[in-house]
């Protein structure tokens, strides 16, 4: 009996190991080619992408993974990690700067030059890769010193990179220093890229039979005759924090979620205010955590905050709420640092203020003519109330009456803090009252 259940776990480890075998070697004889699509600003999300997709054509053990590339740059820490993730990578990584009209700039030169295969379409270009175009992590504006310190730095990052594939050290290190730029055919001439290709599939007919050379120093002979493509597309959870990753969509984010908050707070018990800007200022706070954000404009928008909340709390007239939005407008110029790229459109901020502005003058409107009612169309029932008075009336003072701070004037002379007084007539928002006789209060 023993013999006849080690036959048949002998029989079972091979059959496994048969079922191994045949599923390495159907991998590894893959005819399949894994293609990224690559639009818009570098940033940590898009990191997260590149590299699943990286990772899923090593384990699909795909003929080469093609990175369709649209960029007018992004952040300087994002293209590093991208760059990383190319040069380790063991497949085969081509970057194609496409469809026409495309092109690579700022940390997308670094990113195109670092691949295995570098390939353009027609009517594209390359190029201006000076890192003032790049969100650093330095200051909005660096010393002359230091900037000479970061482009030298990235003049012989791009210069490493260019050298591990043979391409044109010298272009690259002008692209950093001085922003030159190349069309596809000077980038060709200029031995920048390795290929033109109208389109994907002309650019996997180019493809077959093209040498690499990989990190550990061995050749890879392409095959890509017959192979399939394979779109790898971005998740859902992936595609939204690419989208929230975005100085513009932050910057809604983080005014919805005070909008939102505010009008919680200047109405308690509506809920869903509450609820959609606690949400909306999570989204921000991630948001902003994966941008080059200046925390002097993160500083100056709490401010604006602050000041809306104490108009909401304490009622200025517009005193705060002008400084709020004065300080709203200056905190959200300077929110972002790292260029252009990462600037917020002017009229966005724009419309936020004009959003805020609108919001509170209506509220300021309600608080007003709420006055004016109670003092206007309620005064007959105000005479002959009494108040309490809280600043001693000498005679001018303030008594606290129906829950609410009025300005009073005595017209018995002084009336000290605590003692009640007969309100005996009433002009706009002042009130003028009598001291209470003993008399009237035993009544």
Known sequence: MSKIIRISLLIGLLLVAIVTLTAIGVGANSSQIDVLHVKGAITPPLVDYIRHGIDQAEE????????????????????????????????????YVSPSGSRAAS?????????????????????????????????????EAMEEKVVNDAAAYIR??????GRNMEWAEKAVRESVSATEQEALELNVIDMVAPNLDALVAQLDGRQVTMLDGSMVTLDTQGASINSVKMSLIEDFLYAIADPNIAYILLSLAMLGLMVEISNPGLIFPGVVGGICLLLAFYSLGMLPVNYAGVLLIVLAFGLFIGEVLTTTFG???????????????????????????????????ILVGGLFAFILNQVIRAHRRQAYTGREELIGKTAVVKVALEPEGTVFLKGERWTAVSETGRVEP??????????????????KTIKEVNK
């Open 107 to 143: 940390a997308g030169v670094f990113i195109t030059m670092a691949a295995h295969v570098a390939a353009m379409a027609p009517n594209t270009a390359i190029g201006a890769a000076h890192p003032v175009a790049i969100g650093t992590e330095g200051e909005a504006e660096i010393s």
């Open 418 to 435: 605590e003692e009640t007084v007969i309100i005996t007539k009433v002009d706009g928002l002042k009130l003028y009252v009598t001291k």
């Open 160 to 165: 490493s990179i260019a050298s591990a594939h």
């Open 60 to 95: 699909n053990y795909a003929i080469a993974c093609i990175i369709q590339l649209d960029t007018p740059g992004g952040l300087d820490t994002s293209m590093r990690d991208i760059v990383k993730d190319i040069v380790n990578a063991q497949v085969p990584v081509v970057v």
């Open 319 to 353: 005193l705060f709420t002008a400084g709020g939005i004065t300080s709203l407008i200056i905190g959200s110029l300077i929110l972002f640092k790292g260029g252009p790229l990462f600037q917020i459109d002017p009229w966005l901020i724009a419309t936020v203020a």
